[in-house]
């Protein structure tokens, strides 16, 4: 069992930064890769980028590529997402995931069924 907190979000003015953070409990983090996700007012969730368990594959949606970085510290069983060039459209409640266990799994990051969820992070963009 995987239990997954965020942190970070808030408020930030359009062209800004912010970093979210997902701290895991348990000692499996390493093993998972960890994603995350974002759901705006009455849209679905939508993936916004995933990072493998060693760190050294990365996935990006299309509407983050060059603006959003995912990052993670094993030791501290953190993953990190960095905003950059915030728009407001990417206001939302941020999620972070857990999947992929790489005990089991050993396919594509864009394939990862993900396990467990953390309960969000607000991130609102003004304009």
Same mark, same amino acid.
């Given at each position: 069992?995987?239990?997954? @907190?965020?942190?970070? /979000?808030? $408020?930030?003015?359009? /062209? ?6 997902c701290t895991a409990?348990?000692?499996? =983090?390493?093993? %998972?890769? &960890? /994603?995350? =996700?974002?759901?705006? !007012? /009455? *849209?679905?969730?939508? =993936? ?9 594959? @990365?996935?990006?949606?299309?509407? @983050? *590529? ?9 030791? *501290?069983?953190?993953? %990190? $997402?960095? &905003?950059?060039? $915030? *728009? !407001? ?19 594509? $990051? ?14 609102? @963009?003004?304009?």
């Amino acid at each position: 069992q995987v239990q997954l @907190v965020e942190s970070g /979000g808030g $408020l930030v003015q359009a /062209g800004g930064s912010l970093r979210v953070s997902c701290t895991a409990s348990g000692r499996t =983090f390493g093993t %998972y890769a &960890m /994603g995350w =996700f974002r759901q705006a !007012p /009455g *849209k679905e969730r939508e =993936f916004v980028a995933a990072i493998s368990w060693s760190g050294r594959t @990365v996935y990006y949606a299309d509407s @983050v *590529k060059g603006r959003f970085t995912i990052s993670r510290d094993n030791a *501290k069983n953190t993953v %990190y $997402l960095q &905003m950059n060039s $915030l *728009k !407001p459209e990417d206001t939302a409640v941020y999620y972070c995931a857990a999947g992929g266990d790489r005990r089991y799994y050993a396919g594509s $990051l864009s394939n990862v069924a993900w396990d467990y969820w953390g309960q969000g992070t607000q991130v609102t @963009v003004s304009s």
